[in-house]
């Protein structure tokens, strides 16, 4: 069975700290698409990135990164010289690469950023 | 705007009662999930239609259903309103032949009193 394990509930960080989100995955498959999306005080999903199973490589976009760590089944994302506009809940996800391509989210970690 | 459309965007109705929320997907989306997040439950898949036809069932109650019409939206039914069911839906498209991550709409707060 598919599993997201983000383990960090709530992280508290003052502006321009970096910070980093965790997400840990359990899937059979050998291969597989992993997201991440953010969930605003607004309440929309925002989507953030995607990742590809045989894809390794750390992706940087502005102040965002990742790191894919197969290894760990591990897709960490940080947030470099945080905002208050990052203030929201951020979730992981998993999901197959064919077939139905229903999403296993994590549990969310809300990230508050104070100024 | 992420081009789903979904309404009404909230919905305040009484236990026992029966309610129908609407989604509109993307230009040329041809694939709808529906999802449903509650504060125990979190994100959860309920079904997932394509061109008109169910792909895919997740955690659905059989008080809640769904259908997609030959225009491509789609309206997820729920009767028999109970308080659990208070929640925020969502409904997201995609082309259904690849996985680029989909697209979500804004959701609608169903809250059952």
């Known amino acids: 069975a598919q599993k997201v394990t983000q383990a960090q509930t709530e992280i508290s960080v003052v502006e321009k700290e970096d910070v980093t989100l965790d997400c840990v995955y359990e899937?059979?498959?050998?291969?597989?698409?992993l997201f991440w999306y953010k969930q605003p005080p607004s309440g929309e999903l925002v989507f953030l990135i995607r990742?590809?199973?045989?894809?390794?490589q750390n992706e940087i976009s502005g102040r965002y990164s990742w790191n894919f760590q197969k290894s760990t089944s591990s897709f960490n994302f940080t947030i470099t010289a945080s905002q208050v506009v990052d203030s929201a809940v951020y979730f992981c996800a998993l999901t197959k690469t064919s077939g139905t391509y229903k999403y296993i989210f994590g549990t969310g970690t809300r990230l508050k950023v104070l100024a | 705007d992420s081009g789903v459309t979904q309404t009404p965007k909230h919905l305040i109705t009484a236990t026992g009662q029966r309610v129908t929320l609407r989604c509109s997907p993307r230009?040329?989306?041809?694939?709808v999930y529906w999802y449903q997040q509650s504060l125990d439950q979190g994100l959860q898949f309920l079904i997932q239609y394509y061109n008109g036809e169910e792909r895919a069932k997740g955690n659905i109650l059989e008080r809640f259903s769904a259908q997609q019409f030959p225009d491509l939206h789609s309206e997820l039914n729920l009767s028999s309103l109970e308080l659990g069911d208070s929640a925020l839906y969502f409904c997201?498209?995609?082309?259904?032949?690849?996985?680029?991550?989909?697209?979500f709409g804004s959701g609608t707060r169903l809250t059952v009193v």
């Open positions: 230009s040329g989306d041809l694939s």
């Open positions: 899937t059979r498959d050998t291969t597989y698409y």
């Open positions: 990742r590809n199973s045989f894809d390794e």
């Open positions: 997201a498209s995609s082309d259904g032949g690849s996985n680029y991550g989909y697209t």
